[in-house]
């Protein structure tokens, strides 16, 4: 799963930012300071981030590209 940051950007009303990142070191971002986190990821040149941890993942055109599923033995 991933945000498409643009979207995420045009849809979001400001007062829902609150808490829904978090610094480095744990503590949640204020409303503003969550708000410029989105535009930092534009200008890197990102347009989607992960939701959760992606070991295949592309920042610039698709966002997740896809897991392969363990087989169950039966």
Do not use: W
Request: hydrophobic share 35%; with cysteine; aromatic share 10%.
């Amino acid at each position: 799963m991933c945000i498409n940051v643009r979207g995420f950007l045009e849809n979001l009303p400001k007062k829902n930012y609150r808490g829904m990142f978090k610094h480095a070191d744990g503590r949640s971002m204020t409303a503003d300071e969550a708000k410029d986190a989105p535009l930092d990821v534009l200008a890197k040149g990102h347009n989607f981030i992960p939701y959760r941890n992606c070991n295949n993942f592309d920042f610039k055109e698709h966002g997740c590209m896809g897991h392969v599923k363990a087989e169950v033995a039966q």
